[in-house]
């Protein structure tokens, strides 16, 4: 009986894991169809390999240029907000004023404010100050969305013995080097964890790179997905090849991260 229970787990599972990878072998398959095949056989194994979609993937513009591109937001904005965010859940845990606790409850009131609803106010700041199709641009508007990581930090620091902190006052480490030498790293779980939400976030985000960048060489990947299927005739083949060269880089940067996930979340849950 206990075999039977255990074949039956497996076979779920194989099931279970194979809708969740099939999107992912759809999308690869896709990218080596030529368009005739992939609009006679879009779900089927290709029979010629087009590897040609990824040389025209990225026509009229330089593929590296929007790969760097990418990584230079990607790597700013993650860099700011864990940094900024750790700052901040530092110095309200360890200086508790009325003044700090009001802030506290200012930074979480960014969850309840939707993105959406401050997209016309930033426009216009953002035109006003010529931030408009800038990198450094995009980076302040990711930048300034850190109520989730201030909150994993804060849960994050509020559980660390406060003994360590004050043997480090007290050994003459000043309030800087307490937080670089001893508190930082230890919320390195936490850190890892909100390295890793900020990082997705802002690779996949489109809303706002469709807004604030307007000029093709300053643009990201997933732009050049859009303009794959925007046209009147669409190639699902160089289509579906922008977005598996688009997945490539957060691919690795989960596989290699993942075992830190449930730990840094276990850890930045909020207390207090």
């Known amino acids: ?47 010629t390999l087009m590897f040609s979609n990824f040389v025209t993937a990225f026509e009229g513009v330089s593929f590296l240029r929007i790969l760097m591109n990418n990584i230079i937001i990607a790597a700013c904005s993650v860099a700011i907000v864990t940094l900024v965010s750790a700052m901040a859940a530092y110095a309200i845990v360890y200086h508790s004023t009325k003044l700090n606790r009001t802030l506290r409850i200012y930074l979480m009131l960014g969850f309840f404010i939707p993105f959406q609803a401050t997209l016309l106010p930033l426009y216009q700041i953002y035109a006003r ?25 804060y849960g994050g620091i509020v559980s660390l013995p406060k003994d360590l ?26 850190m890892i964890t909100v390295v890793i939400f900020t990082f997705f976030a802002v690779w996949n985000d489109y809303l706002g790179p469709s807004l604030f960048l307007t000029s093709r060489d300053k643009g990201v990947l997933i732009l050049e997905v859009t303009r794959a299927v925007t046209k009147n005739v669409i190639d699902w083949g160089r289509a579906f090849a922008v977005v598996t060269i688009t997945l490539i880089l957060p691919f690795l940067f989960f596989l290699f991260s993942q075992k830190y996930l449930v730990k840094g979340m276990v850890a930045g849950g909020v207390k207090g």
Do not use: Q
Not at 7 to 27: K, N, R, S, V
Not at 129 to 153: E, K, Q
Not at 165 to 190: N, Q, S
């Open 1 to 47: 009986m206990h075999e039977k229970k255990s074949i039956l787990t497996d076979i779920l599972m194989l099931a279970a894991c194979f809708l969740i990878a099939y999107p992912f072998l759809y999308i690869i398959m896709g990218s080596l169809k030529s368009r005739a095949e992939f609009a006679k056989n879009p779900f089927g194994i290709p029979k």
């Open 129 to 153: 100050l010529g931030l408009m199709d800038t990198l450094h641009g995009l980076i302040l508007l990711h930048a300034g969305s850190v109520s989730l990581a201030f909150s994993m930090f």
């Open 165 to 190: 902190v004050e043997a480090g006052w007290l050994d003459g480490c000043g309030v800087g080097k307490t937080f670089l030498k001893i508190v930082f790293p230890l919320t390195k779980p936490v």
